[in-house]
């Protein structure tokens, strides 16, 4: 077959559907007899629960059930993540609330408008206990404010120390880097529906992974998962957020099944917003350095306000830790890290979950010891950079890195926002004394992908008319999946794509399957589906010999997508007569095993403009050239990476959750947490090179989380950039104006001292 459909711009198939406004949403779903659900939420951050009075409720109109955890049926609801049983929450909590938001009690009425009114008569009696929010604090002294029984609200993970760590740095270089919390803010809040009215109990969750949804709702039930049907339809966003299942979905399951009626709860924004929150990092970092520029060592503390209820958050520098070193040739690393559970939301996943607090890091580290020896920032870079022939190899902390082009990458940006003329108006303007400085800055970033399970499952079939369909374990939330899984498909075996269906994300119709997460689809699944077509091919060919009386070795996929003999134009059968000729399908079901987590890589640059009189930043450039492997489908890659770096800007300048002293959120709308729009960004410019893998048939590695990996350093190392000539050093995100504004008005001052902190408890 001449020519490939991969590596080429093929327009999404699915988002016709979703333009013209069929697509359907959880919340979009109406069965027969569906209830509505409405949780009442803690107004206070800590507190006793003294008692729960239901009985107005409960004689309001429309009200079916009144829920409250003595009432629900469920004790504990599975961690996704478990890390200490004392972190163990139910579906509503009984003795005591540990943040603003936490579900006290559940009302199930026949309209929303119902239970809400309903939920206003429930009374809640909270006895205030000692609000936790500083998680440095907690870490440092080890008090057991909000688990008491545990003995700390403390985890350690202290390595072994590294002899003569820093012996061979004639500098160490000191910094604090903020990673600062942020909410989600999918497009789509969280919902799910239950409906018991038949068998198996069927579930509509808007989540990334339907299979273990099912698994984590089935067992806090005390059911087979078998006894449970997920299905994901259309899910609007949820960047690692909804990776799994929580509180409210197995609440809402088992009011459900009490009640045997449909029920649907669909998170209101103000919900979400006090939810649904990530990042949350605060490290501390010594990179040594020689005089003549070389990184030599590195030591970094990790500190997490993993909020109410540690999980997922709190595991998360696992991941930082892999990731410390980034793109360069450190050769001793210390790293520890302590979390906390504290009087915030819980702490979960956002885009990158991990990686991008290792890349901020050695990003801001890079800048700082390049400042420090007035060396050029690209400059510094390049000495530093792992070399091509170093590859494949294992960083000081485990990171098995497979391929690696860095230098690549950083000149391919340096040429598209054309770094030296920058610098020289830069040198310019500084010279002028322009109010309004330009600052250029740099991000060259590894990650992992894929870094937690390396199988996925798979099935192509060909069907009697010719047609095909493709099902898939992962799960799209709006990545493409069904253009680049099913242009797979239609690559190996020549059928037309609009001849492929594409099925995923229901638990009765896909076997098993680990979702999505960690930038893993392509890799996985799409290397299941290339394998499970090559196995159908296979099947057709020997079938095709038969029928054109050939050697199978000589069959082939013709350019008309029929199969025929090598050499023989005349000699053909098509798909139908192929898949009709035996009473067995034609189909593949597997489950694939790709050799280990691939790890892109890229560089993003930055150049804004700094009002030196009012602080405010202004985008004037911002370039990303992000290296995935082979590309399936450059257009849905440029898509990921524009979004990406969206997601980036977004924390380095705007995003920001906001809780006063007494653990009360303050960013509860989205005219108080700055979400960017459109309107906020400069135009992107992204461009890909590309260094195959050889850990997958496909050769490709995750694009879905870099774009935000890169952006972030990047705008923040553009905005210090621009006030170096200050001599500030260093501004904790998010860079608003007023936060900018500050640092300026404090320039030439003596900084503050950075207190190392002590996990040697």
């Excluded at 008090?143 to 740095?169: E, M, N």
């Excluded at 957020?241 to 669909?266: C, D, F, I, N, S």
């Excluded at 119709?509 to 290339?530: C, E, F, K, M, Y």
Aim: charged share 20%; hydrophobic share 40%; glycine share 10%.
């Amino acid at each position: 077959m001449a020519g490939s459909i991969l590596g080429t711009e093929v327009v999404r198939r699915e988002d016709g559907t979703l333009l013209i406004g069929e697509g359907r949403f959880t919340g979009d779903l109406r069965p027969d007899g569906l209830l509505t659900a409405y949780f009442v939420r803690s107004p206070v951050a800590h507190a006793e629960v003294a008692s729960v009075d239901c009985e107005g409720a409960a004689k309001c109109p429309g009200v079916v059930g009144v829920y409250t955890a003595e009432t629900i049926g469920v004790e504990q609801v599975k961690p996704r993540f478990p890390l200490d049983p004392h972190f163990g929450r139910g579906p509503l909590a009984s003795d005591r609330v540990r943040f603003v938001g936490e579900p006290v009690a559940m009302v199930v009425a026949e309209s929303l408008a119902a239970a809400q009114d309903a939920a206003d008569e429930i009374m809640v009696d909270y006895e205030p206990l000692p609000v936790s929010l500083a998680a440095e604090a907690a870490v440092a002294n080890g008090a057991a404010v909000l688990f008491p029984g545990r003995g700390s609200d403390s985890i350690f993970r202290v390595f072994d120390p590294v002899d003569g760590l820093h012996d061979g740095a004639d500098r160490i270089i000191t910094g604090r880097i903020v990673h600062n919390r942020m909410a989600v803010v999918p497009m789509e809040t969280d919902a799910v529906l239950v409906d018991p009215t038949g068998e198996p109990l069927t579930l509509w969750v808007s989540t990334q992974g339907a299979h273990n949804t099912r698994a984590g709702i089935a067992e806090s039930l005390g059911l087979e998962p078998d006894a449970v049907r997920v299905i994901a339809p259309c899910v609007g966003g949820g960047f690692g957020a909804k990776g799994g299942w929580r509180v409210e979905h197995v609440a809402v399951a088992a009011a459900a099944r009490q009640l045997g009626r449909p029920v649907v709860w669909t998170e209101t924004r103000a919900e979400n917003l006090i939810s649904m929150q990530a990042r949350d990092q605060v490290h501390y970092a010594r990179l040594g350095v020689t005089d003549d520029g070389r990184m030599v060592s590195l030591e970094v503390v990790v500190l997490v306000d993993a909020g109410a209820y540690p999980g997922l958050g709190g595991i998360l520098p696992v991941i930082t830790r892999v990731m410390a070193t980034g793109v360069y040739g450190i050769e001793k690393v210390q790293f520890d890290y302590g979390l906390a559970a504290t009087n915030r939301a819980p702490l979960g996943a956002f885009r990158g979950a991990g990686r991008p607090q290792a890349t901020l890091t050695i990003e801001r580290m890079a800048d700082l010891a390049a400042a420090e020896l007035g060396s050029d920032p690209v400059e510094f870079r390049r000495r530093n950079f792992l070399a091509p022939e170093d590859f494949p190899l294992v960083t000081p902390t485990g990171g098995a890195y497979d391929t690696g082009e860095y230098n690549k990458a950083l000149d391919r940006a340096c040429e598209l926002v054309g770094y030296e003329e920058l610098r020289a108006e830069q040198s310019a303007r500084r010279a002028a004394g322009d109010p309004r400085r330009l600052g250029i800055g740099l991000s060259s970033y590894v990650e992992v992908t894929a870094p937690i399970g390396q199988e996925e499952h798979a099935v192509v079939e060909v069907h009697p008319d010719g047609s095909a369909t493709v099902s898939v374990g992962t799960s799209s939330h709006g990545q493409g999946h069904e253009t680049a899984f099913t242009m797979i498909v239609a690559d190996r075996l020549g059928i037309d794509l609009d001849r492929i269906a594409f099925v995923q994300s229901d638990t009765a119709l896909v076997a098993r399957g680990s979702g999505t997460g960690g930038s893993r689809s392509a890799q996985l699944g799409g290397s299941a589906i290339h394998v499970a077509s090559l196995e159908v091919l296979e099947i057709a060919r020997q079938r095709a010999a038969e029928l054109l009386e050939a050697s199978a070795d000589d069959i082939v996929v013709t350019d008309d997508g029929r199969l025929g003999v090598t050499g023989v134009p005349s000699a053909t059968v098509s798909w139908e007569e192929v898949a009709a000729m035996s009473e067995e399908p034609l189909r593949a079901e597997l489950d694939h095993t790709t050799d280990g987590p691939t790890f892109p890589f890229g560089t993003h640059i930055c150049v804004v403009e700094v009002d030196t009189e009012t602080g405010m930043v202004t985008l004037r450039r911002f370039v990303a050239v992000d290296d995935a492997g082979n590309l399936l489908n450059p257009l849905i890659v440029a898509g990921q990476q524009h979004g990406g770096v969206a997601s980036g800007i977004g924390q380095a300048l705007y995003e920001h959750v906001v809780y006063d002293d007494h653990g009360n959120p303050l960013t509860t709308g989205l005219a108080d947490y700055a979400m960017p729009s459109a309107a906020e960004f400069c135009d992107f410019t992204v461009a890909s090179t590309i260094t195959p893998t050889h850990l997958n048939p496909l050769g490709v590695k995750g694009i879905g989380e870099a774009a935000t990996i890169g952006a972030t350093p990047a705008v923040q190392n553009a905005v210090i950039d621009a006030l170096s000539d200050l001599g500030i050093r260093h501004i904790d995100l998010p860079l608003t104006p007023e936060r900018v504004w500050q640092a300026i008005q404090a320039a030439g001052r003596p900084e503050s001292e950075i207190i190392w902190p002590d996990l040697s408890r």
